[in-house]
Nanobody, 122 residues
Framework: QVQLVESGGGLVQTGGSLRLSCVASGRTFSTYTIAWFRQALGKEREFVAAIGRSGLTINYAPSVKARFTISRDNAKNTVYLQMNSLEPEETAVYYC???????????????WGQGTQVTVSS
């Protein structure tokens, strides 16, 4: 089992940057694929990015591929999401999630953090 805590959200202007962190408890962190999802008000939760156990396998949603970077530090039980050139429509609660299976589907992820709010002002 793993517990996840996100941080790093906040208010940023259009075109700005934020770095989100997801810290996990437990000694088995390196056995999990970690992903970021986001959910805007009134919309479904959507996939943003995922990183495999070793950090070598990475996938992004097409809308963020050129602007976001996901990375992990297994020694620190932490996954990061660097977000650049943010746009107002990316205002959402950002969640990290863990799965022992590589996937981009929300339903595969067993463990979720509480989320961190990202607000992009126009």
């Amino acid at each position: 089992q793993v517990q996840l805590v996100e941080s790093g959200g906040g208010l940023v202007q259009t075109g700005g940057s934020l770095r989100l962190s997801c810290v996990a408890s437990g000694r088995t962190f390196s056995t999990y694929t970690i992903a970021w999802f986001r959910q805007a008000l009134g919309k479904e939760r959507e996939f943003v990015a995922a990183i495999g156990r070793s950090g070598l396998t990475i996938n992004y949603a097409p809308s963020v591929k050129a602007r976001f970077t996901i990375s992990r530090d297994n020694a620190k039980n932490t996954v990061y999401l660097q977000m650049n050139s943010l746009e107002p429509e990316e205002t959402a609660v950002y969640y990290c999630a863990a799965s022992q299976t590589w996937a981009t589907l929300r339903t595969v992820y067993n463990y979720w953090g509480q989320g961190t709010q990202v607000t992009v002002s126009s």
